[in-house]
Nanobody
Framework: QRQLVESGGGLVQAGGSLRLSCAAS???????MGWFCQAPGKEREFVAA????????IYADFAEGRFTISRDNANAIAYLQRNNLKPEDTVVYYC????????????????????WGQGTQVTVSS
């Protein structure tokens, strides 16, 4: 199912800022949301996740202190931000949502998420 749409990707210079958005369709409610990334030749991996009301956020080790996840429930949008982009940030980013779990605790596992966006490509150049 594709009820999530990522935006904000594209070509960005090294040292620049990244702000991705994940917009849900009208009436879409999620228990928790997450961001994943996939580099060329590598498996998709976890970046960050956020609880239903945004009070609980977790990050992958590589993302801790580098990425910030947030959400705006009034507008059904999740965000992923990063400053000082580096070439290794050249990946496809995917947002995901969990609408079925009874546990709203953020998860690092892709299996916990039921809905996925189509992905947005970020290319960091120098």
């Amino acid at each position: 199912q594709r009820q999530l749409v990522e935006s904000g990707g594209g070509l960005v210079q090294a040292g620049g800022s990244l702000r991705l958005s994940c917009a849900a369709s009208r009436g879409f409610n999620s228990i928790k949301m997450g961001w994943f990334c996939q580099a060329p030749g590598k498996e998709r991996e976890f970046v960050a996740a956020i609880s239903r009301y945004g009070s609980n956020r977790i990050y992958a080790d590589f993302a801790e202190g580098r990425f910030t996840i947030s959400r705006d429930n009034a507008n059904a949008i999740a965000y992923l931000q990063r400053n000082n982009l580096k070439p290794e940030d050249t990946v496809v980013y995917y947002c995901a949502a969990d609408r079925k779990s009874t546990n709203r605790t953020p998860s690092r596992s892709a299996a916990e998420y039921d809905y996925w966006g189509q992905g947005t490509q970020v290319t960091v150049s120098s």
